[in-house]
């Protein structure tokens, strides 16, 4: 079945580190692939989505290539700052379905 | 922007009972409007997606009886969770989208956090 896997459960970085979010999906279609993050007490908001295979997205320094012969999605940026500090879902969706998160990779990042 | 309101934003309920829960969507019309529940420990799980007319699509593990859904104009929805117990605690979330087609994005309100008693 259609699925989203997100290994890293938690990321710890300092400032200025290079982020890498791991990111995987399992589907018979077309999806579109998305990130979105969400800071504590709050709903998720998309932080950048991609509908075609091999193309690349970005947003606020994060980037993500929707690679479909790896399946994967992941999630990069070159320098995270604390305010990045936040839980990462890695979500796919369809035309005729709502999108199916991942389990979610939370960051955090020392000053 | 486009803006998704929920109400009420934290409720505690006795086991047993029910809580009804609502999603504003503000500056468009929400075509489909997904309800989601983020548990503790897990991620979104797919309660049910609603499309303006078209009847509403239960994901497998949860039922109209259990999380009856309305969705009568398209800036509204409500979803009511009947005989709440301690598992049915948890984040609530509705996501709204303008259209329906899978590559649109999905606006999320703030969630209703439920507590069961």
């Known amino acids: 079945g259609d699925s989203v896997i997100q290994m890293q459960g938690q990321v710890t970085l300092s400032e200025n580190d290079f982020l890498f979010i791991n990111c995987t999906y399992s589907?018979?279609?077309?999806?579109?692939l998305f990130w979105y993050v969400q800071y504590s007490g709050e709903g998720p908001q998309l932080l950048l989505q991609v509908t075609t295979a091999n193309n690349k997205g970005s947003s606020r320094g994060f980037e993500a290539t929707y690679d479909k012969g790896t399946t994967s999605f992941h999630l990069q940026k070159t320098s995270v700052q604390e305010i990045d500090s936040a839980v990462y879902y890695c979500?796919?969706?369809?035309?005729?379905?709502?999108?199916?998160f991942g389990a979610g990779t939370k960051l955090s990042v020392k000053p | 922007g486009a803006l998704v309101y929920q109400y009420p934003r934290r409720t505690i309920c006795k086991s047993g009972t029910s809580m009804r829960m609502e999603c504003q969507a503000v500056g468009f019309q929400a075509t489909s409007v997904a309800w989601y529940r983020q548990s503790p420990q897990k991620t979104f799980e797919l309660i049910a997606l609603s499309t303006v007319n078209s009847a509403i699509k239960y994901e497998q593990n949860f039922t109209q009886e259990k999380f009856p859904i309305s969705h009568p104009n398209l800036s509204f929805s409500s979803m009511t969770v009947l005989n709440a117990y301690l598992e049915d605690r948890g984040l609530y979330l509705c996501?709204?989208?303008?259209?329906?087609?899978?590559?649109?994005?999905?606006?999320f309100g703030s969630g209703t956090r439920l507590t069961v008693l």
């Open positions: 996501g709204a989208k303008l259209g329906l087609g899978g590559s649109e994005t999905l606006y």
């Open positions: 979500a796919m969706g369809d035309n005729n379905n709502a999108p199916r």
């Open positions: 589907t018979t279609g077309y999806p579109t």
